[in-house]
């Protein structure tokens, strides 16, 4: 399990906080049908905390299993989270609908081993349900310092 932006887990499951700072930027382009708006995204942050917790499933109560649970690895993440038309949900078009999170780092686990940390979450979509493709891939390399 992967959590990115969260530095202080007591503080954030307790409604006080603990999230990193994340810009975000917006573009509305223009369209020939004034209702059919696409909205284009972008999400970025540097040096945010990233936490691995080795887990076979996403638990129940996330804020039981991350306060009673030590984590495989942490340090910190560039993140980038794109998409072409985040409006593309709630209104009909033709168009596919990429989208998707990046983040790269460095993290060390409990005993001190270092690792080059790689994330990616790629998701394509259409509208009407005939096609989803999601690829998925998260690597911990050891960088052997």
């Known amino acids: 399990m992967l959590v ?13 906080g603990g999230m990193d700072i994340f810009k975000f930027k917006e573009l509305l382009l223009p369209n020939a049908d004034p209702e059919l708006r ?9 040096n945010v905390t ?23 690895a942490v340090g910190t993440a560039n993140f980038k989270y794109t998409d ?3 409006n593309a949900w709630w209104q009909e078009h033709p168009n596919s ?3 998707g ?9 409990q005993s001190g081993q270092r690792y ?13 349900g005939s096609k989803f493709r999601e690829n998925v891939k998260i690597h911990l390399v050891p960088n052997g310092n």
């Open 116 to 128: 080059n940390f790689n994330f990616f979450d790629r998701i394509i979509w259409d509208w009407d």
């Open 101 to 109: 999170y990046k983040a790269n780092g460095s993290l060390q686990s």
């Open 38 to 46: 696409r909205l284009i995204m972008q999400i970025t942050a540097r």
């Open 84 to 86: 072409n038309d985040f």
């Open 4 to 16: 990115l932006g969260i530095n202080d887990f007591s503080n954030f499951c307790a409604v006080g």
């Open 50 to 72: 990233a936490v691995i917790w080795q887990t076979d499933a996403w638990p129940e109560d996330f804020c039981d299993f991350v306060l009673n649970n030590n984590p495989l």
């Open 97 to 99: 609908n990429p989208f």
